[in-house]
């Protein structure tokens, strides 16, 4: 029984195969010596038969085969051109091997079918994991995992993602049984519903502490995941496109990258390890030294209600806050005056503005601002000049229902991608745009992957032509966020709700995917647009400034207290951003279920912000201490609060924080805590710490 291993110091990963067949993970997990015999371990995992079953226990290999007996869900489901199943069972396996990653190549049984896997570990901790499928004939392919994982045996609830518009990222705890949980993103792209990620910790394991290994499959198009326990105990993990996802008959098949990343720092530690993937590797900055510039978005301040004149007054009022970029969105081009109409006539509505953008440019440019400008290239109104030239442009049947008042432009399509490749490139290379807000307000009729295909093309051409030009992914707030869309694109807007209590939920937990550099956070109006909340100035900005920090609301008419603490939030921003997003974001165990918690730790690990958010009232008399996480413990730490400012008359204690800085050890901080003052709802407390 062959056996490979690969290795990075922190993790060990084990293959091993019964002569030629496909091999099977048959370990994942903390480093083994590296004179364990492999030999032993996989004779160490073989299983015994018990009565009622088949002569031999099929491998959970790869891509598991029916042909070999293997009951679960199929790595593979293919047909050939007639509809009738193909009976998968592999032969012949090759693995090639370094130091970094295995390459894996078999054929199947009898049929002219060629199957190959990638296995890497990435610079930065992930494993990553990719599949093909190479067809002498056109087959039709119903259903192709990524490199099939072994699910953890000791283990607590799984955890995976559900959402909705502006109530994204809500974790679904599920407990392993028999049988299989399926989570089917079939609405086109990674969705508010099902995000392509969940995270299988150990029993025992917190937010900071115990082992834990989470997937992510990076795809901005339909997915599945498989979570299954088979009738004798085993577990495996798949995920891959969509059911579906190729549309007829072809003779090339590939996965998305499927990233594994494995911690024994809880599952906040499983979060570290993606932040710093999307941040360092996974995204393409057009200057990685320049610090994240606090965003204006018009948005929520005039909807489709433009005016250069209160634009002008607009920009002005938001650079006095602290503003460094101005995005204007929807409503510039076309006739454009509410959603039913002009998308995908991509001209300046020259009523709004009869001089074209240049005179807006020119006045954001002067308040010391860039300019960035809103986009939707991927759908049309049925009332613009581009549907009636070209209604068969539309993706799905006439038929289908509407969504928005919008379709779908067909991305599958070479022309297509090329008229909107030349519509926004006319629009860059005579304005000085340095930033695309890209959205997609709707759910696709077809979950079809030429369509993600499509987009990435188009992207990638795009980014090629003016690569100054950073772009971020919307979709209705945070309806396409995934690996894939953002290593060609450089923000995301985690949820078209600016209400800082709902956004303190929500970021909290996409830390488990996003670094703080890429996620868009703004300060929004009073009250908020999407709940009717009234929150106080402090707390909207300090929530902002977690992640990357803007404003949405008309600025000129802020009270003038809200704007100075506006200003001062602002600037303290900017004066840590630069070490913040370069750091690490944390998630807090915390014993009080009415406090939401995170530290973020700078890469060197000398210095440290904790957010404590106060959500509602606490069910007991005095706030519960804090234990802080991710310190070393034989270091000593002097930490302060930062805004003794909000804390309100009914704190009457001796809390040492109020009467200024504290020393203590990691160890205390970790293992004691923080005594924080009493707190009304809707309060954040900011502690800064120094490694002395």
């Known amino acids: 029984m062959p056996q490979w291993r690969l290795d990075d110091g922190r993790q060990t990963l084990v293959m091993a195969a019964e002569g030629d067949a496909l091999p099977a993970v048959i370990y994942f997990g903390t480093p083994l010596p590296r004179d364990e015999d492999l030999e032993e371990l996989a004779r160490a995992q073989a299983m015994d038969l018990g009565g009622g079953t088949l002569d031999v226990v099929a491998p959970i290999s790869l891509c598991p085969e029916p042909g070999r007996g293997f009951g679960g869900h199929p790595g593979a489901m293919l047909r050939d051109s007639d509809g009738l199943p193909l009976t998968l069972a592999f032969e012949g396996a090759r693995v090639e091997a370094t130091d970094t990653a295995f390459r894996v190549t078999a054929r199947n049984r009898g049929v002219g079918l060629r199957y190959s896997a990638v ?24 259903w192709l995992a990524a490199p099939v994982l072994p699910g953890p045996q000791d283990a607590a609830p799984m955890i995976d993602i559900h959402g909705g518009w502006i109530s994204e990222w809500r974790a679904v705890e599920t407990p392993w049984q028999p049988g299989q949980r399926v989570r089917d993103g079939r609405q086109g792209r990674s969705g508010h519903e099902h995000p392509p990620h969940a995270v299988f910790p150990a029993r025992g394991t917190t937010k900071t502490r115990g082992q834990a290994l989470a997937l992510h499959y990076a795809w901005s198009g339909g997915h599945r995941m498989v979570a299954e326990e088979l009738p004798d105990g085993r577990r495996q993990l798949q995920m891959g496109h969509s059911p579906g996802a190729w549309q007829g008959a072809a003779t090339r098949f590939s996965t998305g990258t499927l990233l594994a990343g494995l911690s024994t720092e809880g599952t906040g530690g499983t979060g570290v390890l993606f932040q710093r993937h999307i941040r360092d590797m996974g995204i393409n900055w057009p200057d990685k030294s320049r610090p994240r510039p606090v965003h204006y978005n018009c948005w929520e301040a005039i909807y489709f209600d433009h005016s250069l004149d209160a634009l002008k007054d607009i920009a002005s009022a938001a650079a006095d806050l602290g503003a460094e970029r101005f995005v204007l969105d929807d409503g510039w081009f076309g006739q454009r005056v509410d959603d039913t109409t002009s998308l995908g006539d991509w001209w300046i509505d020259t009523r709004k503005y009869p001089d074209g953008l240049m005179p807006l440019i020119e006045h954001v440019h002067a308040c010391g601002m860039a300019f960035g400008l809103w986009v939707e290239p991927e759908m049309v109104n049925e009332n613009s000049d581009l549907y009636r030239l070209h209604p068969g442009w539309v993706l799905g049947p006439p038929d289908q229902p509407r969504g928005r008042q919008q379709l779908v432009l067909d991305l599958g399509r070479a022309d297509v991608r090329d008229h909107l490749f030349d519509a926004l490139h006319a629009i860059l290379k005579d304005h000085p745009v340095d930033y695309l807000k890209w959205d997609h307000n709707r759910l696709l ?58 956004r303190v939920r929500i970021q909290h937990a996409a830390s488990l995917l996003l670094p703080s550099a890429v996620t868009g956070s703004h300060v929004g109006p009073d009250p908020s647009h999407t709940s009717g909340r009234r929150l106080p100035m402090a707390f909207r900005a ?17 009270p003038a207290e809200d704007a100075e603490t506006l200003r001062g939030i602002t600037k303290w921003y900017k004066d840590n951003r630069v070490w913040m997003h370069a750091g690490d974001i944390l998630p807090l165990d915390c014993a009080d279920p009415a406090v939401r918690a995170e530290l973020q730790r700078a890469a060197d690990g000398h210095r440290f912000v904790a957010f404590v958010a106060q959500t509602e009232t606490s069910p007991q008399a005095l706030p519960r201490p804090l234990r802080l996480a991710g310190l070393d413990p034989e270091a000593r730490y002097r930490v302060r609060l930062v805004n003794p400012s909000d804390i309100p008359p009914q704190s009457r204690g001796p809390v040492a924080l109020k009467d200024g800085p504290v020393t203590l050890s990691g160890a205390a901080l970790m293992g004691m805590g923080l005594s924080l003052p009493w707190a009304w709802p809707a309060t954040m407390w900011v502690i800064e710490g120094e490694r002395l």
């Open 119 to 142: 296995i890497e570990i990435l610079p930065t901790g992930l494993v990553a994991l990719r599949a093909d499928l190479d067809a002498d004939a056109p087959v039709i392919c119903d």
């Open 542 to 558: 300090w929530v902002a400034a977690q992640r990357h920090m803007g404003f949405e609301m008309d600025p000129r008419s802020l």
């Open 445 to 502: 009729p077809i979950g079809d992957a030429a369509q993600t295909d499509g987009i990435y093309a188009l992207l990638d051409r795009l980014r090629a032509a003016h690569p100054g030009v950073e772009i971020e992914s919307c979709a209705s707030g945070g309806g396409r966020i995934d690996a894939g869309i953002l290593s060609r694109t450089h923000r995301v807007w985690l949820s078209d709700s600016n209400d800082a209590l709902e």
